[in-house]
């Protein structure tokens, strides 16, 4: 199964529809950090419609205890910043990856860019757009897993 990872995710609406996501593709979303909402939020009810309740989802209070409670593979980490210097296009994604995201205002925690320099990734961009929404980013990369992993 297909993972994505949103650490201090603050707009409930990018959230609710990566979880829309999640549910049309049976990938499981975890939910790491500050939430900048309450899951309960009618906002997030609104961007997920009724389809929430059959989202799998679980929710940790830091990076260290999603670690500890899923244990994945540092290769099977993949880090989405606009700061990576490998393009998605290149990553080679199993079907049991964690595609990882940060908060909409800042990005990743600052230490991951150390901590996970071999592990980042970004989407290819021309123009003038620092970056697309979150939601966005999140569809393009979970689909392009998705292809590589059809069965």
């Not at 980490?77 to 296009?89: C, D, I, N, V």
Request: charged share 25%.
């Amino acid at each position: 199964m297909l993972n994505i990872v949103l650490v201090n995710p603050e707009i409930p609406f990018n959230t609710g529809n990566i979880g829309r996501s999640c549910v049309a593709t049976g990938t499981m979303l975890h939910l790491v950090g500050k939430l900048g909402f309450k899951i309960e939020s009618k906002e997030i009810r609104r961007s997920g419609l009724d389809y929430w309740p059959n989202l799998n989802y679980r929710r940790y209070a830091d990076w260290e205890e999603f670690l500890a409670v899923n244990h994945p593979k540092e290769e099977n980490l993949f880090f989405l910043s606009t700061k990576g210097t490998k393009s998605y296009w290149d990553a080679r994604f199993e079907d049991n990856s964690y595609l990882v995201f940060g908060a909409e205002s800042c990005g990743l925690p600052k230490d991951f860019y150390t901590r996970y320099k071999d592990r980042l990734y970004t989407i290819p961009m021309t123009g003038p757009v620092r970056s697309l929404n979150l939601s966005s980013s999140a569809a393009v990369v979970l689909f392009e897993a998705l292809r590589q992993n059809r069965k």
